[in-house]
C-alpha cells in the first residue's frame, strides 16, 4: 500500500471525520457525504449505479460507532444501524480537500504556431488495427483539441468509418456527411472557393456538434490550404490582456442563424463560454452567421470593441497554423475549442473534401475505457506526462528568460546540465531542469517582473510538479526562490554576483532572508537540495551555451516521477 | 404598411441613428451595427450567409449622407464611398430598446399537475400526413417541453420513424434505439423492474441528447406507470421560496458517471444551468448516476441541504403528472427540461418499451420552416396566443384571489361579465378578463401582500400583454391599480365599500391619490376606461357567482389582438 493510502490518524472532531494519511495529506469527510457514498449493495447496484436516494438520508446522520477495521477499512455504524464500509484507497482518491481537487482537475493543453513542427498525428492503418496506436490519437485529440490522420482510403464515406472507431456520426440537415467542393447556387459558402476565417461549425445548432472531421478526396487547385487556432488559448489570452473584452463577450450572447429552403436553425451563445466555474468551455464564432446583435444601447460599442479584438486575435500568425490536406489526409477538431479556417482556392483544378460530425462524449468515452483497461494491466503511462513537460517546453520554451540572454528553454537545460556535471542524484537533476516550469504554464506577459508582478512561479510550478514527482524533485524546486534569499543571507559573495535581472526579481521575492528566516529555511526538508539547484539556476544564463537537448533528460525524469515503483522518495 | 413599420422622424444624433416609429416606438442604431448589418450583395451572398467582416469596419465608421429614399428606404451613404440600405421593417424587426429585446424573447410555458387534463398530444396517423397536425405538435413540445402521441403502430423501430418526421436519431453506447423491458444482469437500473424518480437521461454524457423518445410496445404488467414534472418550473419555484438553494445549485456542478464493460462516460453539469442572461437553461439530475460529490469543505452542507430541497420539489404530487402508456402511445421530452420517472412494476406480465434519443435542434428548425411558410401565406396565429393565455388560467387560475372567496380565474370572469354587462366594448371586455393576468405569469406565493411584498401584477400583465393586444386593452390592465388610488381620491363612497383586503394592499400601492396625482392620472390615455374596469374588478368577488367559461370570451381577446387586422387603436 502506497502511503497516500495508509491512514495515520483517524479522527471525529466537528460531526465530521477527519484522516490524517501517512504521506502528511490531511482530508476531512462529512458525514452526510460518507452515508450518501456507501459502498454496501443495498445503497449501490452491482452495475455501479446509485440505488441510495439522498433525500432519504435524516439530516441530523451521525455514526454512533467509528473505526478502522483488521484490513484497514473505515467502519461506520450509523444511528439507524445501518453499517457502511470504505477502503482507504478510494477514500484517498474522493477527498475534497481544495489541493486534492485542483489535483484531479484536467486543464487543456494550449497551443500555438509552435505546434506545427509536432503536430498530433498518426496513421489510419495503426489506429484501426492497435488500440494504442487509437488511444494515443485520442488522447491527443483531447489533449489539443484536434489531431491529423495520414493514409485514410481516399474514397468517399471513409470519413464514417474513421468516427467509426471511436463513436457516433452525428447527423444534420447535411447529411450523415457532407461534400465541400465549389458549387453553382450553394446554401453555404463553404461550398464556394472563398477564403474562410477560423470559426466553428454551426453556432447555429445547439446542441452544437462538439467534433468534426474533414476528409480530403482530391486537392489539385492552388490555395485552399487549411488553418486552425487554438480558441482556449485565443481566449485565455485575451482574459489577461483584455480581461473587460473578455467579460463582455462572456456575459453577452450573440445569436447565429442558418436558413434555406428546409431549413431554419437558429441558436444564442456566447463567443466565450464559461462553465460554472468560470473556466472556458466552449468557443462558438462564425462571421458567416451572426444574427445583427441584440445589445444593451450602452454595450454596443463596448461590445463591437470586443469582438473585434477576439477575432483580430484569432487572425494572429503566431496562434494559428496552416497546412495543406493532401488526398488520403483527414483532420478532426474539438468543434467548440479549435477553429478551423482555410485560404481561398482557385477555380481550376478539384478540390473536394467530405466531412461529418460526431460528438466528443464518444471519444471520450473510448479514451477513458482504453485508459481504465491498460491501468488495470498495471501500465501508469509515464511517457504521457513527460511528453506533456516536452510539450509545453516546445510550446513556451522560446520566450526570452526575462533580462538574460538566453530562453527559458535554454536556461533550464543548461541548469539540468550543471546539476549532471555537480554529479547530482537523478531526482535533482530532474529539478533543475524543471525549476522554472511553472513559467511555462501560465500565460502573464513575459515582462512581468518588470511591471511589479510577482508571478510566484516557483509555486505555480510546484502545484502542477506535485501530481506527478516525488518531493525529491518538487521541493527543490518550490524552494529555489527562497534558496535565493536564503544564499543572499549567509553568502556574500553570492549577492555580490547575481545578475541585474535577478537583483530586480529580488526585491518583489521578499529581500535577503533574515537571520531567523535563514534558520527557519534550513530546518525545511530538501533545503539543501535547493540550494544546490539555486547555484546551477545562476549559472545557467549563458548566451548560446551548448547543452544535451530535452529528450536526453528522459531518464532523469522518468526517476523522479512518483508511479515509477523505483522512485526514491 | 403597419404603423409599426412606419417611420414617423429619423434623426442623426450623439453619433447614433434615431427613427421615432409611427405608433410612439422609439428606436436607437449605431452606426457601427448599421454598417456590419449592411444587407448589400457585397456585405452578404444572396443565400442569407454574411460576407462582411466585422473587424474590417473602421472603427469610428460614420455616415457622409443620410435619408429616406422615395420608396421609404434608410439610406446611408459611409465615408469610405460604401453605401446601404435598410427596410423600415427590417429595422423595426432588429430593433435591440430593451422593450423590443423583450418582446422577442420567448419564455417557456411552465406547467403543473393541472395541465394532466389537458395533456399536448396528437396522433401519429395526423402528424405523419398534415404539416399542420405536425407543427401543432412540435410547437406543444416546444412550448411545454414534452407531448404525448397515440396511434403509433406498436412494431419494433417505429420510434426512429417518428424522429424521422422532424429531425435525427443520435446514435450512442446504447444503439440508435433501445429496449426498456426486464433483463437478467442488467447495465442499467432501467432494465429492471425498480421504480425510477424523475430523472433526465444521461446527464453523464456531453453534450446530453436534448430529445428523448419512449414508445410503447407491450403492457400488461401492475405498475410501471410514466411520471413527468417541469425541471424549470421546479426551479423557477426554488429561485423563489429559497434563492440561496438555487444559487447553490447553479453554481456547483456534479458529476454524472456511468460505467460498464466498453463504456466510461462522466460529464459535469449543475443541476440548474443557467443561460448568460441567469434564465433557467438546463436541467441535469439522474439520482442513479451522481459521482461523489466534490465541494469545498464549507460548501458540502448547505448543498446537500439544496439538493435535496430540489429533489424533494421534484416529487411533489402538485407538480408531477402520472399516465400508463398503452400499446402504440408514446411521449416525447425535452430532455433537458422535463424529468420523467416511472413506478416499479410487476414481475408477472409483460412491459416493453423502445427508446431512443434526438435533439431539439431538428425539432426548432424543422418548426420553425413550417411557421414561416404559414407566415409567408398570411397565417399569424392569433389561435396560439389566445390558447397560451388559457393555459396560464388552467395552470395557475385555480389559486385564492387573496383575501376573498373567489378563485383568481373566477375573478376574472366575473369581470368580463360585469363589463359585458355594462355594454363596453369588446377591448375592454377584454381588458376586464385579463386585468389580473400579471398574477397568473409569476411565480410568487400567494399571499405576498401578507407579506409586505408589492408584486406589481399590473405592470408583469401589462408587458406580456403589449406584445400581444392593442393599446385599448393593454392600458386599461397596466391603469387599474392606479385607478382604485385614483376613485378613492375623487369618490369617498368607493372609498368606504372597498374589501378588507383592498385595503390592506392600497397601503402598499400607494394609499388614495393627491389632487394633483389625480388630475395627471386623468390626463392618461385610457384612464376613464381604466376607472371603469376598476368597477368591475371590485364587484367581481362574489362567492359562487356564475359566469360565461373562459371560451366564451375568445371573440372580445381576438378582438383586441394587434394581429387582428379588424382591432381597433
Redesign the interface.
Known sequence: MLPREQIGLLKQADGRLTIDWADGHHS?F?Y??LR??CRCPQCR?P?????L???S?P?GIAPTQLGQSQNKEVEIEWADGHRSRYEPAWLRA?C???AA?AD?RKTPRLWGADIASRLPQAEYAAIASDDGALRDWLAAIEAYGFALLYGVPARPGMVIEVVKLFG??????YGPLFDVKSVV?????AYTGLGL?GHTDNPY????P?LQLLHCLSSSTDGGENTLVDGFRVAERLRTTEPENFALL????VRFQ???E???????F?LI?L???GAVAAIHYN????A??????AL??PF??A??AF??LL?SPELQIQFKLAPGDLFIVDNERVLHGRTGFSAAGQRHLQGCYA????L??RL??MN?KRQTLGDIMPNDIIQEIFDAFAAHGDQLYVGEPVSMTEHMLQAAQAAEQDAASPTLVAAALLHDFGHLIHDLPEDSAEHGIDTRHEEVGAAFLARHFVPAVVEPTRLHVAAKRYLCAVDPAYLANLSPASILSLKLQGGPHTAEEARAFEALPFAAEAARLRRYDDAAKIAGGQTPDLEHYRPSLAAGLKTNPGSSQ
Chains 1, 2 share one sequence.
Open positions: 476531512v462529512h452526510i457525504w450518501d457514498n447496484h452495475n455501479g449505479q446509485r440505488l436516494d439522498t433525500a438520508i439530516a474522493h475534497y480537500s481544495a481537487r484531479r457516433y456520426v452525428r447527423e444534420t440537415n447556387n450553394p446554401n453555404n459558402l476565417g445548432r445547439d446542441p452544437t462538439t462572456a456575459q453577452n450572447p442558418f436558413q434555406d428546409d431549413t431554419d436553425l437558429s441558436a444564442e456566447p463560454g462553465d460554472a466555474r462571421s458567416r452567421s451572426p445583427p446583435f441584440e445589445l444593451d444601447e454596443v460599442e463591437y470593441a469582438y473585434r477575432v483580430g487572425a460528438d466528443r462524449e464518444g471520450r468515452s477513458a475505457e481504465r
